[in-house]
């Protein structure tokens, strides 16, 4: 909608983070540099995740939910890992994200890389924090990091409990069979994010989410999700909560790729959000430009929110969060910011 001191918006829908990676800026360069996907994951996510525990968590989530209100961004689909922090860490991050104000859904992405112990409290971690009446979803980290007992355990409590499953799918070559492995589970209340290297007629059920930003920097490929028949949503991967910034880097992949596509895809890509978020429409954003239409959003950098109301309460006033101190946030998310990186230095 457009009005004279502001157009307005439901809350955006960030589809897919890692609210964990909030305190990875500044972290110390990995033992070797990373010369392909893999090595990324093991050299600098995999020991990130392993130096976690909950202090840790609970400021980077809060850091991560402050930094997606102030961009309009009012709901937040989380994909968590940590292996030495795993019981009741969902609880901290939905308990962050409430004090901001920022809606969000929870997932403990269950793993195989520590053990069938470790994959057996992942998906502990994930019904606790169900049955309690958390909002979530069962969370696999990927197909090629667990055993078929793992997935087939994930895909049953999800179905029991009522909900989907949020999974990386075939996000790098290591994981090129992954189709076959999840075609037998995958419903259509999964989320299969990334895709990249997918073929187009995959046969998976759910909603894809992609994540433009993240598979440039990783340099995985271009997903071309347009080739999809599934519903397309947009994520950051963990590159914060700024869902007009990454509309338009979507945009421009897009555009790179085909040179007759238009930002209206892209832009219905970030509405899918609503989709899998419908809280989010009752949310309300003022934007300090006059005009939230696609094209003009796509080369119009520097649009963001003045006020923000979440669930009728206003949370966000001239850019600043209401509930909590912005400054405080980033300072206490600092100091274990501090604490995180000394840890990664010990290992």
Do not use: K
Request: proline letters at 4%; a negative charge.
């Amino acid at each position: 909608m457009d009005a004279a001191n502001g157009a307005t918006s439901p809350g955006l829908v960030c589809a897919h983070h890692h609210l964990y990676s909030s305190l990875a800026r500044g972290m110390p360069a990995p033992p070797r540099t990373p010369t392909g996907f893999t090595d990324i994951l093991e050299l600098v996510w995999w020991r990130l995740d392993r130096a976690l525990d909950l202090e840790s968590i609970r400021w980077s989530a809060m850091l991560g939910a402050v930094e997606a209100l102030e961009r309009g961004c009012t709901a937040i689909i989380d994909h968590h890992e940590s292996p030495e922090a795993i019981d009741g860490s969902l609880d901290v991050i939905a308990e962050a994200c409430a004090e901001v104000g920022v809606r969000v859904s929870c997932a403990y992405g269950i793993t195989d890389r520590h053990g069938a112990d470790g994959a057996r409290r992942g998906l502990a971690e994930n019904e606790r924090y169900l049955r309690a009446g958390g909002r979530g979803m069962v969370g696999i980290h990927a197909a090629f990091t667990c055993s078929d007992a793992s997935l087939e355990a994930a895909a049953g409590l999800a179905a029991d409990l009522g909900v989907g499953v949020h999974v990386h799918v075939a996000e790098g070559a290591a994981d090129v069979g992954v189709a076959d492995r999840l075609r037998p589970l995958a419903t259509d209340d999964w989320l299969l994010v990334h895709g990249v290297h997918l073929h187009d007629d995959h046969g998976l059920a759910g909603t894809f989410v992609h994540n433009p930003r993240s598979n440039m920097n990783n340099s995985v490929g271009y997903a071309r999700p347009a080739r999809f028949a599934n519903p397309v949503a947009l994520g950051t991967d963990g590159i914060g909560a700024d869902m007009l910034d990454e509309f338009r880097v979507a945009y421009a992949r897009h555009r790179e790729d085909d040179v007759t596509a238009s930002p209206e895809t892209a832009w219905g890509w970030l509405a899918t959000g609503w989709d899998l978020f419908p809280e989010a429409r009752n949310d309300r954003v003022t934007w300090n430009d006059s005009h939230m239409d696609p094209w003009r959003l796509a080369f119009t950098t520097g649009v963001g929110p003045r006020t923000v109301e979440v669930d009728g309460e206003v949370v966000l006033v001239d850019g600043r969060p209401t509930r909590v101190d912005a400054d405080e946030v980033r300072a206490r998310a600092a100091e274990q910011a501090v604490r995180l990186h000394r840890r990664l230095e010990e290992m």
